[in-house]
């Protein structure tokens, strides 16, 4: 990785914007693993490692309590 820091108005050489060819030659990741990896293992690479969604979700709610409320339910 390259130590240098950039300005903001300094446009990145690494990285450069992709231009309308380049969105038209991408591929999803799922065709390019397939010529890589097994079946499984494409599976299991492109299967979310997060938790499922719980069926019931809770709802934020803010309040406002005055300091007598605070002070007996701590």
């Given amino acids: 990785m390259s130590q240098r820091k950039t300005q903001l108005h300094t446009p990145d050489t690494e990285n450069p ?15 390019l693993l397939t ?6 293992r494409v599976q299991s690479l492109l299967t979310p490692r997060c938790r499922p969604k719980a069926a019931l979700t809770k709802v934020h709610v803010g309040i406002r309590l005055s300091q007598e409320v605070v002070d007996h339910l701590s």
Avoid: V
């Fill in 17 to 31: 914007a992709w231009k309308a060819e380049d969105l038209a030659q991408a591929r999803p990741d799922s065709e």
């Fill in 35 to 40: 010529q890589l990896f097994s079946p499984e």
